[in-house]
């Protein structure tokens, strides 16, 4: 795999510390975020405060059968595949890349001051 020069990986965990069908919550690089080992071995990783009104998600309820995460405060839900919002359409997660080195978790964190905090109003839908 070519290392993009747009991304320092970080260790965030190992496979020890997140079992298939768990999630865990950390901050990396100055944010929170939000690792999920998928049904299917599949680990993604996204923003850890929820778009609406920067509650933090790993509070809220992670689905494996369905999929989502929806978040504690109002419920919004996001699809954990690829962190869309189902409920509100239109809202998104910010997705990191995720690799692993070994046992390691490692996290692509952007070098290019893209944000990693996404919010969402409804209002924008208007
Ligand atoms: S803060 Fe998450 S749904 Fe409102």
Not at 19 to 29: I, P, Q
Request: charged letters at 30%; proline letters at 3%; a negative charge.
């Amino acid at each position: 795999m070519s290392d993009d020069p747009g991304v320092k990986w970080v260790k965030v965990a190992t496979l020890d510390d997140l079992w298939e069908g768990d999630m865990l919550d950390a901050k990396v690089e100055g944010e929170e975020v939000i690792l999920i080992h998928r049904e299917g071995g599949r680990i993604v990783c996204f923003q850890g405060m929820c778009p609406h009104q920067e509650i933090l998600l790993a509070d809220g309820n992670f689905d494996f059968v369905k999929g989502t995460i929806t978040c504690s405060a109002h419920e919004w839900e996001f699809d954990m595949k690829d962190g869309r919002g189902r409920n509100p359409l239109g809202c998104k997660l910010f997705q990191y890349d995720v690799r692993l080195e070994g046992e390691n978790i490692m996290v692509g964190v952007p070098t290019d001051g893209r944000l990693r905090r996404l919010r969402h109003s409804v209002e924008e839908e208007a």
